[in-house]
């Protein structure tokens, strides 16, 4: 893997001034919440830094690169070519940053989209992109912003359930990891205090 300060160079020449604070702010939020999760703290800060590398890409360029690095694009996907920012982003840092550790490859590939089971280091990464201090306001925020640091599982579920309502009142499809991301969610916390309710 190429060394921390390289790839920061690097993010800083890709991306656009406000979108490098963004990655600034992910990576400040992911360490903090690397820290409350026990999650190793380097892995939190390079895929927060690289999460969105090929934002700054047009669609047809996305489009492009996706092919490229033979990535299957489904049909939601050519409505939305930006979801593609978060697998091409994964594959551009696998081979531009030599980065071949997998969990920090899988939060950024599924950073956008979500999936079902995700690690702690994935959910992480999830969730420090919606909450970190540079974000516009939405409602809810502050109260995901609370939970992330309470029941992260509950905090993604909060952020789910406002991006697929965004989602729906403008008629947008929704990809389908989104809803598999929002189930297992759901099943996880759901089995947790079940666990919880035995144990007393
Ligand atoms: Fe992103
Ligand atoms: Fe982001």
């Known amino acids: ?13 890709l991306l656009d001034a406000d979108r490098y604070i963004h990655s600034l702010g992910v990576e400040k939020e992911a360490v903090k919440l690397g820290e409350r999760y026990g999650v190793d703290i380097e892995k939190c800060k390079t895929a927060a830094l690289i999460h969105d590398c090929q934002k700054n890409l047009k669609d047809k360029d996305l489009i492009e690169k996706a092919l490229f690095y033979r ?13 593609l920012h978060g697998p091409v982003g994964a594959l551009y840092s696998k081979e531009k940053f030599e980065i071949d550790d997998e969990d920090i490859l899988n939060a950024v590939y599924y950073h956008t989209t979500g999936r079902d089971n995700m690690s702690m280091l994935e959910k992480i990464i999830y969730i420090a992109d919606i909450i970190e201090e540079n974000r ?25 359930d406002s991006t697929i309502t965004y989602i729906l009142q403008r008629k947008n499809l929704i990809h389908p990891l989104t809803i598999e991301f929002r189930n297992s969610l759901i099943l996880e916390v759901e089995s947790y ?8």
Do not use: H, T, V
């Open 1 to 13: 893997m190429k060394e921390y300060d390289y790839i920061k160079r690097e993010i800083k020449n």
């Open 71 to 83: 990535i299957n694009i489904d049909k939601i996907q050519i409505k939305s070519p930006q979801l």
């Open 193 to 200: 205090e079940k666990k919880e309710k035995k144990s007393f």
């Open 136 to 160: 516009n306001y939405f409602k809810g925020l502050d109260e995901i912003r609370n939970q992330a640091y309470i029941d992260i599982n509950k905090a993604l579920i909060m952020s789910a």
